[in-house]
């Protein structure tokens, strides 16, 4: 099967998870990903809880399937050496170091660019390459506080709440992604590479200021948490046997809901007419939604919302949004089989292009199980110098 990125390669940096994201969405295009690893010590990520009983990290498998691992000590100056000959080899190189340790071991942008003009060289980090705060270092917790997510994040009387999953982490990733497959777009016209250079605040700021900066800017007021109500119907709504998410934002929607809950009689009332005015009373409209939401079960909310062609759901837990029949039919679950652990269940691939969809089955590799591939049939090394470049610890 013909895969969107097959001709590309990648010579993949990364660590922990905003960078093996980015690349592990490059691999499910069709990417040739070579994951370049410390020897004897790999991504400090191969050791996170929870295990197989082979002992593999599921967070390792789950976002760097699909690539070769391969082992180079970068510390070495034969190390850099051969790090340099596999750029010339490659199309793309993604790494997400602290702001200044590629420049340090002379495999900056600019150093690199020399041997390789077409490279297209993206980094990431916590606050990017140039700014006040860019040799801090950062995770993900940092990016939701620094871009505004957390402020706006968790119940107005309660303290700033980080989202559950590493949002920030994701973010940067998926940005890094688009900005790679821009780049290489405009390579294939005027034949250039280029430097990428993605922010961890910058990402953040850009998603949890879609809204809030429209708000500020335009009216001076600090965007506040707002906990599980956005606005007069619109937001999670206890039922008898759990919680229920109602979307109701236009005018239709609104008065379609007004008939769901027998509430004709308020229809054409000025001051819950439209979203303006439901902003202003958020109070009587949430106390008169919930009123009607205890009374009757998630599925009953659904359903009725559903024949009203209003948007409603319930909140599953994480077990039956696994088992979710649409998830499931769209192949959201896959498995990989793993050398080592065997069959390991993953997510699916998001990309469902009908000529060249993602592939999310491919397993993870362990540590330097592609060294000889890639040293003997890229670079031509022989296997007795493979050998020793094993006993010098440089692979």
Request: charged share 20%; aromatic share 8%; net charge negative.
């Amino acid at each position: 099967m013909a895969t969107a990125l097959q001709h590309i390669k990648v010579l993949d940096f990364t660590r922990a998870l905003a960078g093996p994201f980015c690349t592990s969405k490059l691999a499910q295009l069709g990417a040739e990903v070579i994951k370049i690893e410390i020897p004897g010590e790999g991504d400090g990520l191969r050791t996170q809880d929870p295990l197989t009983e082979g002992g593999e990290s599921y967070m390792f498998i789950g976002v760097n399937r699909g690539k070769k691992s391969i082992t180079l000590n970068l510390a070495t100056e034969r190390g850099r050496g051969i790090c340099k000959q596999l750029v010339e080899q490659v199309d793309v190189l993604v790494e997400n170091f602290t702001p200044g340790v590629m420049d340090g071991l002379g495999l900056g942008y600019e150093e690199l660019s020399k041997i390789n003009l077409g490279l297209i060289y993206a980094s990431s980090s916590g606050f990017g390459h140039t700014g006040p705060y860019s040799r801090r270092p950062a995770y993900d917790t940092i990016g939701q506080a620094m871009g505004g997510l957390m402020s706006q994040t968790g119940f107005p009387d309660g303290p700033p709440t980080m989202v559950g999953v590493g949002v920030a982490d994701m973010l940067v990733g998926l940005y890094n992604t688009i900005s790679i497959l821009a780049a290489l777009q405009y390579r294939s016209i005027m034949g250039e590479g280029q430097y990428i250079d993605i922010s961890m605040q910058d990402c953040t700021w850009d998603v949890a200021g879609v809204e809030a900066a429209a708000v500020y800017y335009e009216t001076g007021q600090i965007p506040q948490r707002k906990g599980n109500r956005h606005f007069g119907a619109f937001g999670v709504y206890p039922a008898k046997d759990g919680d229920a998410v109602i979307n109701v934002v236009t005018v239709g929607q609104w008065e379609n809901l007004l008939r769901v809950m027998g509430r004709e009689d308020l229809l054409g009332v000025a001051k819950y007419a439209d979203r303006t005015e439901r902003r202003e009373n958020p109070e009587e409209i949430n106390a008169l939604v919930e009123a009607w939401t205890r009374e009757r079960t998630t599925e009953e909310i659904v359903e009725m919302f559903s024949d009203a062609h209003l948007p409603a759901s319930p909140v599953p837990t994480f077990d039956q949004v696994a088992n979710d029949p649409q998830l499931l039919s769209r192949n959201m679950v896959a498995e990989v089989d793993q050398v080592i652990s065997g069959k390991v269940k993953v997510t699916g691939s998001p990309f469902k292009l009908s000529k060249t969809p993602g592939d999310p089955t491919l397993p993870a590799p362990f540590l330097g199980q592609h060294n000889h591939e890639i040293y003997c049939d890229v670079l031509g090394y022989s296997e007795q110098e493979i050998r020793q470049l094993a006993d010098d610890g440089i692979i």
